[in-house]
């Protein structure tokens, strides 16, 4: 691929390449190969421009490093087939100024036919407009923004300036032109921004399995999913068997259960068990088409204030009809009643509120946080009560195995290696923690069990040689399995509460093998997080978790939380929630593990750390960013926030200059024309000022 520097920044560059050699589709895949480098924070390509725009981090990639991955993009990548069957084809766009140009075109050039032949092409022209209004007045709908266009333009007509009908008609039209081009690039925005390219699977060649990038997953290719994980694409079972919990796609409460021969779709999440699908349709393009659902779903979301805005839009119609008709009777001039009809406040308010809200949704998959809706931002501001689980979330998400306590005749190297075999199935931290120490002692551990099965809240149980072997908490291991408690466990267990420890307890065939020391670290940012979120109007941080007393002890103190609850089981988060929403709080919870996704359903608003299992995410409202850990829920709040002052700040501008429009084309000061050509500018520049960021740059 031949290409140059255009310019170079610090961790920005933009590089040139030839559009004679290469297509847009091959761009596409361009960027897509980049997209995946480490180091690489976001790369664009302009088709029309020919060029790649790439934020890069400095401490990973340098301007000599980026040139030679563009030297790398040779024929044997651009032009496989198979890489660029996994890309979609950038759809060619004309854009606003192709729509304003031919509607100009079309207005001005009838203005060259013979009068009675211009007559028939205006009134072609704006009947669909009048049709329009007539057809709301018909469903009773009378008080609305197209009622009034329709009346401005009749008026006009009956009054025989078809001239200022059409111009009316015109300026209508490019009105509602930018008003679509501008919800459109918003919402097309949004879906690129939230559309996560970094996203791995599972792929399976022979009998091995290796990680790679969603979007190079393609027709044909078979992907292994395992419980807590979403389905990456759309396919057909050809081993395994799972319960599917399809409630993205059919809307079904209750897990679908899915074996061989059948067919599954993206997006939907195994429940429990294992499944190895065959892919069908592209697992990138199934995703896109996920995300454009979530956010047209989204836009039922609304917050409070745009329902409010809209309200106030449709009554405010009355009393321009209102106003029109005392003008007419007070004056009888045609003029002033379309002016009057011409300027209202719907257009702009209707407008500038889901912009706003599409907009702030996209400022926050800037940060990296993905919102499902602007209810979610809303609920998220208002929140006094912050619920938060302990391990991954209050936590660093890296907790270390401190000690392994091995029993009977194992030595420690044995028991960690038996516990790594299993927990390495499954993405929990305490599970990472694990098979790192492992493999940090270099510690080999070949699979001998049978199917792992993951017990909520609880632990893992499998079959090894024949004998039941299980991993997980005291109240698993001890109480619900009945294993024997030697009798130094005691003090073991002492030892763990002083040392802030929690503990995971290995048996097989009902005798302990041994127990596995876990230390959590409490996030860095924590105590400060929760000091800003009381600043902010937060009255209670509690923290809920399945741990020891000691763990949760140690890591309430030094979060400084206000109430703490261990040995908790999932059932016992939603109890707590319940009971909070009850006494008339608004509850926000977040978590990152399976267990987690109940209490995420409970609460009002239900958050997701970055790193969780593909079902907690699913069940979340909103997921944070990997990165920045807590402090994107203090970012959450301020800009849901922001959000709802801007909308209101907002509405009371439409007001103040659609009323000065009103009172003016009263006076005589302004044509109808003229007043539809400035209430559309406000309209444009309130949308522009909706679009704004709210939080400055990242």
């Given at each position: 691929m031949n290409f140059y520097i255009k310019h170079s920044l610090p961790g920005r560059i933009r590089v040139g390449y030839n559009k004679d050699e290469i297509s847009s589709h091959q761009a596409a895949l361009a960027r897509q190969l980049l997209c995946v480098q480490e180091g690489m924070i976001k790369v664009t390509v302009n088709c029309v421009t020919a060029a790649f725009l790439i934020y890069y981090d400095e401490s990973v990639l340098s301007r000599k490093k980026i040139e030679a991955l563009f030297a790398a993009l040779s024929d044997k990548y651009l032009c496989d087939e198979e890489m660029l069957s996994s890309v979609e084809e950038p759809v060619k766009d004309h854009g606003l100024w192709g729509a304003l140009f031919a509607m100009t075109a079309n207005h001005y050039i009838r203005r060259l036919f013979p009068p009675s032949i211009r007559l028939?092409?205006?009134?072609?022209?704006f009947l669909p407009r009048i049709f329009k209004g007539m057809s709301h007045v018909a469903r009773g709908d009378i008080f609305n923004a197209?009622?009034?266009?329709?009346?401005?333009?009749?008026?006009?007509?009956?009054?025989?300036?078809?001239?200022?009908?059409?111009n009316i008609n015109f300026l209508l039209n490019v009105g509602e032109a930018i008003?679509?081009?501008?919800?459109?690039?918003?919402?097309?925005?949004?879906?690129h921004t939230m559309l996560n390219e970094h996203e791995q699977v599972r792929l399976v060649e022979g009998d091995t399995e290796k990680s790679v990038p969603l979007y190079m997953l393609k027709t044909g290719d078979t992907v292994a999913v395992r419980t807590g994980a979403v389905i990456p694409a759309d396919g057909d079972v050809i081993k395994g068997e799972a319960l599917i919990n399809q409630a993205s796609i059919t809307g079904e409460p209750l897990a679908v259960e899915k074996r061989e021969?059948?067919?599954?779709?993206a997006g939907t999440i195994v429940q429990e068990g294992e499944l190895f699908i065959r892919v069908r349709a592209v697992g990138s393009q199934t995703k896109v088409q996920n995300i454009l659902a979530m956010i047209d779903s989204s836009q039922s979301l609304k917050v409070s204030s745009q329902i409010r805005s809209e309200n106030l839009a449709n009554t405010l119609v009355k009393y321009n009809f209102l106003l029109s008709l005392l003008v007419f009777v007070a004056t009888r001039d045609i003029t002033k009643v379309m002016a009057t009809l011409m300027v209202d406040y719907s257009c702009a308010m209707?407008?500038?509120s889901p912009i706003a809200v599409l907009s702030a949704m996209k400022e926050a998959s800037e940060h990296g946080i993905l919102v499902k809706g602007g209810k979610f931002l809303e609920e998220a501001s208002h929140a006094d009560t912050v619920v938060f689980d302990k391990t991954g979330t209050l936590t660093a998400a890296v907790p270390k195995l401190s000690r392994?306590?091995?029993?009977?005749?194992?030595t420690e190297s044995q028991v960690l290696t038996i516990a790594a075999c299993l927990e390495e199935h499954f993405i929990h931290p305490v599970s990472r923690a694990i098979v790192q120490a492992a493999a940090d002692r270099k510690l080999k551990h070949r699979e001998r069990h049978a199917k792992v099965e993951y017990v909520v809240a609880h632990g893992i149980a499998t079959t090894m040689d024949g004998k039941k072997l299980i991993i997980g908490s005291r109240h698993f291991v001890f109480e619900d399995e009945r294993v024997a408690v030697p009798e130094n466990m005691e003090r073991i267990q002492k030892e763990a509460v002083d040392r802030g420890e929690s503990l995971l307890y290995l048996a097989e065939d009902g005798q302990l093998l041994g127990v596995l020391a876990v230390t959590d670290p409490v996030r860095k940012d924590a105590e400060r997080i929760i000091e800003l979120l009381h600043e902010n109007g937060v009255t209670t941080c509690a923290m809920i978790t399945g741990d020891d007393e000691g763990a949760a002890k140690t890591a309430a103190k030094a979060a400084k939380i206000d109430f703490y609850i261990f040995r908790a089981l999932p059932e016992d988060k939603v109890s707590y929630i319940k009971k909070q929403k009850e006494a008339g709080h608004k509850v926000l919870m977040i978590g990152d593990g399976?267990?987690?996704?109940p209490a995420l359903a409970t609460a009002d608003i239900g958050v997701a750390m970055g790193d969780c299992a593909d079902i907690t995410s699913a069940t979340a409202d909103i997921v944070l960013s990997s990165e920045n850990g807590l402090s994107d829920l203090l970012t959450t709040r301020v800009l849901g926030q922001r959000l709802l002052e801007k909308i209101d700040r907002n509405n009371r501008g439409i007001v103040a200059v659609n009323s000065v429009l009103i009172m003016a084309g009263l006076a005589g000061i302004l044509s109808p024309a003229l007043a539809a050509v400035l209430h559309n500018l406000s309209t444009i520049l309130f949308s522009a000022v909706a679009a704004k960021s709210l939080l400055g740059k990242r």
């Open positions: 028939i092409l205006n009134v072609a022209a197209a009622v009034l266009d329709a009346t401005a333009i009749t008026m006009a007509a009956v009054n025989g300036d078809m001239n200022t009908a059409s008003e679509t081009f501008t919800k459109k690039r918003s919402y097309d925005n949004l879906a021969r059948q067919s599954v779709f209707k407008l500038a392994v306590i091995p029993f009977g005749n194992l399976i267990n987690d996704a």
